[in-house]
Nanobody
Framework: VQLVESGGGLVQPGGSLRLSCAAS????????MSWSRQAPGKERELVAS????????TYADSVKGRFTISRDNAKNTVYLQMNSLKPEDTAVYYC?????WGQGTQVTVSS
C-alpha cells in the first residue's frame, strides 16, 4: 500500500494549487480518503475528507469554500484543489486512508 502526493510548491497569496495523491497496492474506490496538513510548531489538522464514492465531502472550517477534495477512482487518485490561498495555509500536506499515509508535499504561500 503506497500513497504518493504531488503538486505542492510556492504560491503567492490568493493563488491556487492542485495536489494529487496517487494510490497503489489497493483499490482507492473502496475507501474514504482524506487530506491533512501540519505547519511548523502546530498539530496536524484534518483538512478535507471524501467518501469512497465521492458523494460526501467534509472540510475544516479554515478551508471551507476555498478547498475542494475530489477523487477519480478509475485513476486511483485523490485531489485537493486549493484556491484563494493564504499564508496560514503554509504546511506539509498529507494524503491518507486505508491506514496509510503519504510522505507529504510542501505548500508555501508567500509573497
Amino acid at each position: 500500500v503506497q500513497l504518493v502526493e504531488s503538486g505542492g510548491g510556492l504560491v503567492q497569496p490568493g493563488g491556487s494549487l492542485r495536489l494529487s495523491c496517487a494510490a497503489s497496492g489497493f483499490m482507492l474506490g473502496l475507501v474514504g480518503m482524506s487530506w491533512s496538513r501540519q505547519a511548523p510548531g502546530k498539530e496536524r489538522e484534518l483538512v478535507a475528507s471524501v467518501s469512497s464514492t465521492g458523494s460526501t465531502t467534509t472540510y475544516a472550517d479554515s478551508v471551507k469554500g476555498r478547498f475542494t477534495i475530489s477523487r477519480d477512482n478509475a485513476k486511483n487518485t485523490v485531489y485537493l484543489q486549493m484556491n484563494s490561498l493564504k499564508p496560514e495555509d503554509t504546511a506539509v500536506y498529507y494524503c491518507h486512508g486505508f491506514g496509510a499515509w503519504g510522505q507529504g508535499t510542501q505548500v508555501t504561500v508567500s509573497s
